[in-house]
């Protein structure tokens, strides 16, 4: 089914990024080519794709505080997984905690979402295209990922099918560290980049 809607995505610092990368060049080529390594904040589970008609300054207004009062966020990768049964598979994130507040501070901001595919499943997809056979499945779930999902910067997608994604804004996470773990939050410089939604 053709998609038409708005995303919040992140990128996820440049070490998880390159390591993720180099998987889906190995393992998925097609997704490594339309889709760079990212985590999908709103749109594709947990809420639905925010209402396409909904203007920028509806987005500025709903966001931009909670970007402003968000800290950045580094977060551990869990062991690959098939997401929901299926031939994907992914890195998953820990739908609680600092991520899950994020996400529940958006699907409550007001904008208008469509209804969710799935509970909130936060992941970064490292093969989605390709069925693989056995051997090269289970080495693909062998694999280990010591690099932290760094979440320091939202980027907010317009997709509609077959069209490429087109950002219509991007916000750093700005807000000041709090009492949680510092294992789970922090600050930390990371180059940029700009993923597209996609592969999820």
């Given at each position: 089914m053709a998609i038409n809607g708005i995303f919040i995505i992140a990128s996820i610092g440049t070490e998880a990024f390159e390591h993720i990368a180099a998987i889906q060049r190995e393992f998925d080529p097609k997704l490594a080519a339309t889709s760079p390594p990212h985590v999908t904040i709103a749109g594709s589970s947990g809420v639905g794709p925010i209402a396409p008609t909904t203007s920028l300054a509806e987005l500025r207004a709903a966001l931009e505080p909670i970007a402003a009062s968000t800290p950045p966020l580094i977060l551990p990768f869990g062991p690959p997984i098939r997401f929901m049964q299926t031939t994907i598979i992914v890195l998953p994130l820990d739908p609680h905690g600092p991520l899950?507040?994020?996400?529940?501070?958006?699907?409550?901001?007001?904008?208008?979402?469509?209804?969710?595919?799935?509970?909130?499943t936060p992941h970064s997809t490292l093969s989605f295209y390709p069925t693989h056979p056995p051997a090269t499945l289970r080495r693909l779930l062998s694999l280990r990922f010591e690099e932290p999902a760094v979440i320091d910067r939202i980027s907010i997608q317009h997709t509609m099918d077959p069209q490429p994604s087109r950002t219509l804004l991007e916000l750093d996470l700005t807000g000041t560290l709090t009492s949680d773990p510092p294992s789970l939050i922090g600050m930390r410089p990371v180059r940029r980049h700009t993923p597209q939604p996609g592969g999820d």
């Open positions: 899950r507040t994020l996400h529940e501070r958006i699907a409550t901001s007001g904008l208008r979402f469509e209804r969710p595919r799935f509970a909130f």
